[in-house]
């Protein structure tokens, strides 16, 4: 009882931290078109920042604020330097291009903090164990995790859905040249976007970060998740995302709890611990894959093109 | 056109190698110097180095040359690594070696070229068994025999039941295969995490919970160590299943596990209060040359090595080539190591005791390591009669 | 075919020229990483060259290309586990196991376009990746070494880094004219003409799916050949081959070099892995300028190194 309410908790954990990051990645690519490799990267800068400015400050939520601030800046400034001259490009240029960029800042990164990566760790108050159902404990921080992703959820849904620019994020989803047709600032909505992509990423990234880590390379992993969950959710839709991810991070952890016990009865343990991650990875790609076959625009398609 | 030069610039000098030179000793190490367990080949280094610096950076009167490689804690790369000592740099030998997936990977590269590696921490089974080689000499141990060495220590606890987590790749593997070669208790369950990507366990803790086991036995190596051990604090355990462990509580991982660790036992063939004198002199002079770090046993691993290396570079008198006569004289184990003497097996794995060590915290509040009894003596792993050398 | 006397042909001469006389060079100097390095060029080149018929040519991004490295190299692999020893059987076996995926996926990825089509391929090949890390009878994660090398019944010693490389050559020349033949045959006119446009192409009455399908099947089955290929050469296979990234560094390697030229992959394979050799003993941080430089080629330097040289006789 208790490793199942757990395992779906954690299942919902994992799956808001990858809505955080597909977020960005959706927006990005449902309004500017732009496919962003380095996405991972802005996932990784979020996580360094974080224990970065977390030990200068001596305090875990300043810590937090200012690294979010940090990796809007760097957002913005990515987008503007580089990432703005590729906007109506070949969709295999952006692959070029950004595959780049993640070389550039993988070893960035190595540079200035030296390559064994870093720690973050918790305060006293985020560590001890939390009663949620009688019985049932659960850390206080994943409880976190979960309430401060539901809550930026929630943020963004309002932002896209009642707001003007949320209007025009909308609007530039399912048809871009008529936004700029109507007058609006394109280039500041773009930068705007991205830089709020940025900073979702970031977010995740330095949320995951005490728990799992942080250190050279995290991005890339994690980056090809993203990019299946958008498929699956549908690019440009955040409603899409939301529930792919939901979905992909129940699979991935329940996938990894229970299915070792399942194939144990057929094989031996060692080869079920190592045939069950692989199968649970496997189911994953699995949907995108029939996604793709049968209703290619994703389950909540933001346009109609 | 400019292209063409440049390419054929840039080509002739990724071909130029440098002159081979009979005149140094030439020694590749290879470990993990990027990622989390960056500060494992760290350690490792730095007592190389020390040993280089004890031995006057010079063995039988040649200079020494070393040059390090990062293995990025994968199996290919370091395999690359290895490929790349061996032919481009032509080292004489090859050390290093902390995961024994990455051993395997690179073992073939070195032994069909007759460069010795001497393996500074990876041990597994398959090489004291049906891989082991002339060239392949070890300066740890066997996987299995110091999870087995665990083994008897809790079966000299009375412990009736235990639930066994480790990782999933080959070390992770022989260890657990090593609890359960000599424990008598009963196994309730056991269960392999994803490796090395793997931080979370809770779904394992709440496993081993559930199973009504009375005891807890893991293996978890560097960051993994430390999350381990403070989930299984967090999650309530330390109360009620005991841990057991193999090489997951060392003086790298103690600063940050801190006081979850007071009471976890570990068996070692190496803890750094061990009385003899190479080794007395071996702490301080690393708590000298690196100020406020302490060595582990990879250290002292890595610094038996090169006195190993040493000891055959003096038997030949400097003369690399005569591989035989170095082959014999490191079979013979002379040299000071930090673990006290000890023999090789017919598979160049040392004969050796193991060591209880718990974690105790000092008047000045700093936690250490500390020898508390000798489990076994002169034990030797179960895998030398796979090995057809005699 | 005539050749005239311009910088493109000047360079892939004066390459082709360089990589037969390699060994030559590495005998006389002594310096044997240099001809294993090659090695793993030509066998790169080779792959890239697969590639580029179906991206280049066929238009096709596929982003699971890598996943027939981890194939070609499986098979071999497995089988030497197993105790069939011989490339007699092992090679094929690896031609026919490439053929075969490629056909399956292939049909289901060439009902979709665009960003989509380099998803779905994505997906594929992370699929074959995890299917191998599942594979703990052949290591998994931890991968599988191959203690012999393929048995040719004396024909050709795979073990002679001599011949390995000419073999690997070979196959990479051969790989070269194959694609030239397919892309100056009706066949590859009609692949090049859904490429520019595909509604004209189908209004003539080609089935546009077919087409694909056979130069997909192509491309998989000549990388499959540069997986066995690769497997030998480091005597080793793991699942890390398949994985999306190095998926990645071979389609940079195919735009590098000029999408869409002959010998574009070759000297993108030169240029990419020679660069990450050499830069990387001259700086511990040698990304830091590769990535800028990709960035650099995909903004002012269109069609590739190949570009750079001057425009092609015919697109």
Redesign the interface.
Known sequence: MLLVVEQFLNGLQFGLLLFLLAAGLTLVFGIMDLVNLAHGSLYMMGAYFAATFVAWTGSFVLGIVLALGATLLLGIVLEFVALRHLYGRDHLDHVLATFGLILFFNDAVRLIWGPAGLALPLPAWLTVPVQIIPGVFYPAYRLAIIVVALAVALGLYLVVMRTRLGMLIRAGASNREMIGALGINIKLLYTLVFGLGAALAGLAGMMQAPILTVQIGMGENILILAFVIIVIGGIGSIRGAFLAAIFVGMIDTLGRAFLPDLLRKVLSSAAASTAAPAISSMLIYLLMAIVLVVRPEGLFPASKR | MKTSFWLAGAMALALASPAVAGDTIKIGFVSTFSGPTAVIGNDMRNSFELALDHLGRKMAGKPVEVIYEDDQQKPDIGKQKTEKLVQSDHVDFIAGYIWSNVLLASLKTAVDSQTFLISANAGPSQLAGELCSPYVFSTSWQNDQTPAAMGLYMNQKGVKSVFLIGPNYAAGKDMLAGVKSTFKGKVMGEEYTVWPSQLDFSAELSKAKASGAESIFVFYPGAAGVQFLNQYAQAGLKAQMPLYTAFTVDELSLPLQKDNAIGVPGAQEWVNDLPNEQNKAFVADYHKKYAGLRPTYYGAQAYDAAQLINSAVVAVKGDTSKKDAMKAEMQKADFKSLRGPFKYGNNHIPIQNFYLQDVVKGADGVLSLKTVATIVKDSQDTFHDKCPMK | MNFSLN?RN??VA?VAA?LLLLPL?SQL??????L??FTRIVIFALAAVSLNLI?GYGGM?S?GHAAYLGIGGYAVGILAFEGIGSGFIQWPVALLASALFALVIGA??L??R???F???T???A??AY??A?????YG????L?I?KRSDFAGLINLSSKVQFYYLCLACLFGGIYLVWRIVNSRFGLVVQGLRSNEARMQAIGFPATRYRLVCFVIAGTICGLAGALLATN???V?P??MY??RS?DL??MV?LGGMGSLFGPV?GA??YL??E??LS?LT?????I??????L???FGRGG?MG??GRPRRG
């Open positions: 910088a000047i360079v004066l360089f060079y100097s002594g310096n044997v990483f240099a294993t390095l991206m991004m982003f289901l990825s009902r979709t665009g960003v989509y380099i998803m779905i994505l997906a594929f992370q699929m995890y299917v890390s599942g594979l703990a009878r998994g994660d931890d991968g070494t203690y480091t005597d080793f793991s890390a081959v999306w990234t990645g389609m940079v735009i000297i030169i240029v020679v660069l050799e050499f003993q511990e941080y040698w990304a830091m590769m990535g800028p430089l990709l960035l080629v995909v903004l190194i750079l040289l």
